[in-house]
């Protein structure tokens, strides 16, 4: 009776099969395995903490931007000009008509002084601005009033103002009461009642260095004519240069080359390179830390290698084939990344989540980079598991179980 001497066939393993094996070697190896699988937690966890803290903090920062106006063009007419120019009176209600406007206002220089009392200098104006103003001005420049309150369509005809915050402190006036009579300033030859005080307006010094009177009060008292001088426009943001380009022929379409129009805020180009910066902070960030914890997975991977050179002898010599051998290997490191991966991702959220809410910031954890930094780990599991599962395979039976 005759042998058979053809060797046996190797099982094939289902990816299920292939799945538990890595595991086992997970299972049978805790301590290490959780110290690796920690070495990639904390570099994934550092990709989330180092895209979320700061995208919550521009967050907060672009809120604060666009509090202040980003979004806000000034047009007025070219300065130092002799005779002086001169905005046309319906100007407010074409700039109105601008698709992308969301809201125009506008004040006029009433060339006359403001004095504490009548008895000071009335030469001396404290280098302060005595404009008109219309009732819409405070949303169009995102003002608002720290002390008593705006014009009313009442009181912009009688002789009322509201002072800039720098104005009210060269005036000497620090508190309008909410009842009785308020303070009073002289401007030209009328003693006009303080009706309240405006908060500083950051993007707009021009505004706190101002007393502002009604429009039809000025007309009536202090011989103004009805040209504004600055108009205040806001647009959408994504806009501002379009509107920027068209203001000039919609408000003087006889003569454009006289009207000038600020370009968008320092705020918002600030702003812009603010989000460009920060892109590239992230990317090099997160680099670094996939690469620390790359190293981290490969290095215990070819440690698993060596000591495992027994199991390794022994599976060869019982017919695993060299792909089960690289497979198995390859499965435990992803397996090991992908479960630091995880661990890393819900840390990383919970420390950018606890740090914006303590701070007060929105908490904006970025889903890109969540996303990226789960791909990411099972892609550093690939490559950190190529090298010791192809030297595993490698291996021969006699070779590994010599070291026994």
């Not at 099969?17 to 595991?23: F, K, N, P, R, V």
């Amino acid at each position: 009776m005759s042998k058979d001497t053809t060797p046996p066939k190797a099982v094939r393993l289902t990816p299920l099969d292939l799945l538990e094996l890595g595991l086992l070697g997970l299972r049978t190896r805790t301590v290490r395995a959780a110290l690796s699988a920690l070495g990639i937690s904390i570099g994934i966890a550092t990709m989330i903490v180092v895209t979320g803290i700061p995208a919550s903090s521009q967050a907060a920062l672009m809120r604060e931007l666009s509090a202040l106006g980003t979004n806000t063009l000034q047009a007025m007419g070219t300065p130092n000009q002799d005779p002086p120019v001169l905005l046309p009176k319906e100007s407010v209600g074409m700039v109105a008509r601008i698709g992308p406007v969301t809201r125009v206002s506008a004040v006029a220089n009433t060339h006359t002084l403001v004095r504490r009392s009548d008895r000071t200098d009335p030469q001396d104006g404290s280098g302060l601005s005595v404009l008109a103003a219309r009732l819409d001005l405070l949303p169009a420049i995102n003002a608002r009033v720290h002390i008593g309150h705006w014009l009313t369509p009442a009181t912009e005809r009688f002789p009322t103002v509201v002072l800039g915050s720098m104005a009210a402190a060269r005036l000497g006036v620090g508190d309008v009461p909410e009842t009785g009579p308020g303070p009073q300033v002289m401007i030209g030859r009328t003693w006009f009642t303080v009706v309240g005080i405006l908060a500083t307006t950051p993007l707009l010094p021009d505004i706190d260095r101002s007393v502002l009177v009604g429009w039809p009060a000025a007309g009536q008292y202090l011989n103004f004519d009805g040209h504004p001088t600055v108009l205040y426009i806001q647009s959408r943001e994504e806009s501002v240069e379009a509107v920027r380009a068209v203001l000039p022929q919609t408000i003087d379409p006889a003569q454009p080359g006289q009207v000038q129009v600020s370009r968008p805020s320092d705020a918002l180009a600030a702003k812009r390179a603010t989000e460009n910066t920060f892109s590239a902070l992230f990317l090099g960030l997160a680099a670094m830390s996939l690469l620390v914890g790359g190293i981290g997975v490969a290095n215990t991977m070819v440690i698993s290698v060596l000591e495992r050179r027994p199991e390794i002898g022994l599976r060869r010599a019982l017919g695993a084939t060299r792909g089960q051998i690289r497979g198995q290997f390859l499965t435990e490191s992803v397996a090991l990344a992908t479960l630091g991966g995880v661990a890393g991702t819900a840390l990383g959220v919970l420390v950018a989540t606890g740090y914006a809410a303590h701070h007060g910031w929105p908490v904006v954890i970025p889903l890109a980079s969540t996303l990226a930094g789960l791909a990411g780990a099972v892609l550093v599991g690939i490559l950190a598991g190529v090298y010791p599962s192809i030297r595993a395979a490698r291996m021969t039976p006699t070779g590994a179980l010599a070291t026994v």
